[in-house]
């Protein structure tokens, strides 16, 4: 059973610009959410995904936004990046939306300059 | 307003038991509370979930009082390689919208 991966495992990008970051969920998982966590900090809950519809969203501005696949894959994009959005970026699947047993990724660092 | 208070830090010694209590009021009241642990460089993995009063897997217990304003993460006879930060995880909402929201951390040492 292959667990939840993240690609990349990490990236430097320059303010105002664009990017784009995947998660594969573990199998059988139709649920994926994704958090930031910032250095120090506790992870924030920026979305959650379930059968390719949003399904819940945490206190971040629209140019954060999400896709979910029919595979149940998912992708992270973030338009006109900021200073404060360099962190730790996990996706988490889980196999029932009522459930909250996530299994996370292992994170990609974003360094925004 | 939606809130999460845990106490920063604690120092344990190998053997003991170690609880960690999370504040949380007015979450929504269908949603399970759920505790994380964090080593650095990692993502946060999944300990235990309840509903209401208590549950218990091989690796901790969970408490929930009636009212769901707090819960209490227990870890019977901690060892070295606990020490890390823990978690709760509860769900706020309004209306349709819900908000996943992790508290702030409790950093756990666990001392020889």
């Known amino acids: 059973e292959t667990g939840v991966t993240q690609s990349p495992t990490h990236l430097i990008k320059t303010r105002g610009q664009q990017v784009t970051l995947r998660c594969s969920s573990q199998?059988?998982?139709?649920?994926v959410s994704w958090y930031q966590q910032a250095l120090g900090q506790g992870p924030q809950f920026i979305f959650q995904?379930?059968?390719?519809?949003?399904?819940g969203r945490g206190n971040f501005p629209p140019r954060f936004s999400g896709l979910q696949f029919p595979n149940y894959s998912s992708e992270l994009n973030v338009n006109a990046l900021e200073l404060d959005d360099s962190a730790l970026y996990l996706c988490?699947?889980?196999?029932?939306?009522?459930?909250?047993?996530?299994?996370f990724g292992p994170g990609t660092r974003l360094t925004v300059t | 307003l939606a809130k999460t208070t845990q106490p920063i830090s604690m120092d344990s010694y190998e053997g003991q038991e170690v609880n960690i209590t999370c504040s949380h009021n007015n979450i929504a009241t269908n949603d399970y509370i759920t505790w994380y642990q964090q080593f650095p460089s990692q993502g946060p993995r999944f300990i235990i979930q309840?509903?209401?009063t208590k549950v218990t897997n091989e690796v901790a217990s969970l408490f929930i009082p009636a009212d769901r304003k707090s819960s209490t993460l227990s870890l019977p006879r901690v060892s070295l390689s606990d020490t890390a930060v823990y978690y709760c995880l509860v769900v706020f909402s309004s209306g349709s919208a819900r908000q996943l929201t992790f508290g702030s951390g409790t950093q756990l040492t666990v001392l020889p």
């Open positions: 988490a699947s889980s196999p029932a939306v009522s459930s909250y047993e996530q299994y």
């Open positions: 995904y379930y059968r390719e519809e949003e399904n």
């Open positions: 199998s059988g998982h139709n649920t």
């Open positions: 309840g509903y209401k």
